[in-house]
């Protein structure tokens, strides 16, 4: 039985890792229990900056896994339960992400409760995503399956 080739690379595992990784410590690092508990001092840097270079990154990353998916993965691969819940959220949090960043433009604001609103969701899908990802070590799911393991499709009724 020959083993199919991997559709993403372990460098490109690794560098999504550390994006990731970046972009979570970067980002509690703007929540208040990071003043509170003396971790906003010893950070040398903008935590701000550091989010915007690590979102930077994401977004790259997720761009290239899209259009590896697009181009090669469809055919071969279909997207499990895990894999479908993991694309929703982080397509919501990019969105989220974006609007946050541009809410930083003078000539674009969001106000009151929208704002509310974008900033818990963007919080939401953050902390939606660590069960996720726990349930899938845990359950050893995985985010996508080859198509010949996935159950065949129904055939379509040909038409009068």
């Known amino acids: 039985m020959t083993q199919r080739p991997r559709l993403f690379s372990s ?21 208040p229990v990071a003043y509170r ?7 040398r840097s ?8 690590s979102a930077a990154a994401l977004l790259l990353l997720g761009a290239y896994a ?23 959220l ?7 992400g974006i609007v ?6 003078p000539g674009f604001s969001v106000y009151g409760s929208t ?4 900033k818990l969701g963007h919080l939401f899908c953050v902390l939606a995503l660590f069960p996720l990802v726990c349930m899938r070590l845990l359950l050893r799911g995985q985010w996508f399956r080859s198509r010949s393991a996935a159950e065949p499709r129904r055939k379509r009724r040909a038409r009068p």
């Open 11 to 31: 460098f490109f595992t690794l560098l999504w890792f550390a994006a990731v990784l970046a972009a979570v410590l970067s980002g509690l690092a703007h929540l």
């Open 37 to 43: 508990c003396g971790i906003m001092p010893a950070w």
């Open 46 to 53: 903008s935590p701000t900056v550091a989010h915007y270079w």
């Open 66 to 88: 899209a259009v590896v998916w697009w181009r090669l993965g469809r055919r071969e691969y279909a997207l499990t339960r895990f894999g479908l819940v993991r694309v929703i």
């Open 90 to 96: 982080l397509g919501f949090l990019g969105i989220s």
């Open 100 to 105: 946050l960043i541009l809410h930083n433009l």
């Open 115 to 118: 704002y509310a609103l974008i």
